[in-house]
């Protein structure tokens, strides 16, 4: 089937430039990756993953670890699996 519908979105700049460095990353052009999307739209049914508004105590954590409050640091990976028992 030959392509010749045409998608046109507005978003904002530096958004832009990072998804195209990680497609590019990814060895994909803007063409290659908005079709993978629009591919596991169409197989999903929906969209590919879930979307939901976080709840109370979800937003709370994100407040936390954005004023760096309740934060663990560890060393390495192995401190952390140490830690958590893994």
Known sequence: MS???VVR?????ELKEQAEAIFRKL????T????MFYKQVEMCNGLPFEV???NKETLKAF?????GVGLTHYENAQDMYDDLGI
Do not use: F, W
Request: without cysteine; aromatic residues 0%.
């Open 3 to 5: 392509k010749s519908a």
């Open 9 to 13: 979105a507005r978003v904002e700049p």
């Open 27 to 30: 060895g994909l052009n803007t």
């Open 32 to 35: 290659q990756a908005i079709t």
């Open 52 to 54: 939901r508004i976080p």
């Open 63 to 67: 407040e936390d670890t954005e004023k």
